[in-house]
């Protein structure tokens, strides 16, 4: 078959005396037979060139599967009488989600279970499924859920009696995908935030159980398009807090639990630059805000006064607060440190840090734990450590594993290695790196390496444990995670400092990160691979043009790649949103400096590495038309030989195909490409 080739429609953007050629415009006319004709022809171009790499795909798929285990049980959570906990066994798809009704955790081996939600059941054949918030009313006999099957942002509210098992006629649609339903405390009220067309969060409603949701209250909308909204309860259940937010900026009110017809209290207006979360803590609240605190102060006020704020404790710039955990008797908060999440204890008004053993490490606290109780429950894992929770007494501070993650076959850690390296920017910043590799993996010289990042949004890429990384680490393959900036790795600077007008750091640490690895003897240019997700295809996609020549393969996963067009286009979902992320390119200085690293703008008549790139059809974060015109304009103007794919797919969203098998096909088939590349013999000898 020969390599697909798009039409091309001369179409010209002019904006600030600048000129952009954009003969694949016509590529985002989705309703066009054509378009859909072309992608997949590109799909059956795709399978072509997987064909002679079935076999080792599926050796990469099989070692996957052999390394899910039987069952996989997460630490029941207690919620008043309850436990809950789900579990997903070896040969489903998805998770079932469960409870047993016992007066402490050491009853539970010998307490039945009653299933509350099994998604296997509502799942059909191999179509989309994704089902995300789960709410129970505080009598615990009803639980509200989200569900989706299209891979958009659209979800439906199903309301099912955890009695008779029964769904209640009450359904809504059109709903944000998280952070978009609770409960009233009495139980007859459900509050929900649903999407615009352009599938941004910004209702509020208030549904009567029994009532025609026609009928529903509508109690708030966020009218600025550079805002979303959502709500969460409080840690202690009293309020339900209502978020209006952008990316530099928080606005929140509340509601009274108990009073489900009050009208919402707004807390702080919002002031641009000034970013706050409020928790509940006995008769305070607490202030978690940025307001002259680069990474974050708390704060507290009574009840009935929110302007008479104080310091809980000192400010501390090298500690970035993140989160805020309430407890009846202790307060705990989650942040970074040294590069690392860290879990503090509030004591005497100093934070106490919890210790742990390993170098490298991600803490998290899990979420629906009851307000009330003496033992939290904390994960911990790390590149070689499974996911690992732990009970955390807050009266005698002891920690006790109460449970690891099992890990399918034979795992001895002691076979495997990770470590924390520093590369150089070119401006001197110190960029850390995470690396994990078998024991031997470097004992002849350079290896096969795979190399991602991300960088953006002040999300984190934090160390974390898959038992199905080892089949590709026995094969020699060394993973590197580099923590560029525009996370929030080293603190809120490091996002500060990777965005906007200084988004070409995010770019530059990547590849000072690659020379780097190159310097020291971990890999080449020809052993070397390239992979981010989304923004984090955005970083690989800019590096391919910039620096291509330092990698034999790149892997943009639903890569954002067409980034003036997309930011100057207000009716593509998102856009206004990002503007202060990337910057709005109706302003000039904004139009030239987001130009300057868009990859679709940025394509020149030169090699490129290989190039695995993928989309979805239905994803409303990164249209399929960026991937699909990069990779048009990519197989006009590339000079080389090297193979370029592009898969679609057509009946999922932005984060692929549902169902964990599913996935690790899709991972099983990309893993196989970049082997092949990187010329790894999939069924070569384990590395002893």
Known sequence: MKTPVAKRIPYL???HGDVREDDYYWLKERTNPEIIHYLEEENQYYNEVMKPLEKQTEQIYESMVDRVPDSEINVPVQHGPFFYYSRLEKEKQYPI???KEAASRELLPHTAEKVILDLNELATADDYLSVTVRRLNNKQTQLAYLENRDGSDRYTIYIKNLETGALLPDQISNVYLYSSIEWSSCGQFIFYVTVDELQRPYRLWRHRLGSDVTNDELLYEEQ?????LFIAKTQSNKFIMIYSRSSTTTEIRLLDANSPLSPLQLFDTRREGIEYDVEHWGEDLLILTNENAMNFTLLRCPLNDFNAREN???????????????FENKLLLLGRKDGLTQIWMLQ???LE????????YTLSILDGQSYDTEEVLIQYESLLTPKTTYGLNLITREKK??????VSGVYDVSCYRQEQLWAEAEDGVKIPLMVVYKEGALNSGPAPLILSGYGSYGYSSDP???PYRLPLLDKGAVFVTAQVRGGSEMGRTWYQNGKMQYKRNTFTDFIATAKYLIEIGYTTPSKMAARGGSAGGLLVGAVANMAGELFQVIVPDVPFVDVVTTMLDETIPLTTLEWDEWGNPKKQEDYFYIKSYSPYDNVEAKDYPHMYVTTGLNDPRVAYWEPAKWVARLRTMKTDNNTLVLKTNMGAGHFGASGRFNHLKEAAECYAFILDRLGVKVDSAILK
């Open 224 to 228: 600025d398009a550079t805002f979303t």
């Open 353 to 360: 840090q919890l210790q742990w053993d390993e170098p490298l």
């Open 401 to 406: 594993c109460l449970q690891v993650a099992p």
């Open 312 to 326: 809980v404790m000192e400010y501390d710039e090298n500690c970035f607060l993140q989160a805020m955990y309430p």
């Open 97 to 99: 989600y469960a409870r």
């Open 464 to 466: 974390s444990f898959s």
């Open 13 to 15: 953007h002019e904006i």
């Open 348 to 350: 005497d008004g100093k």
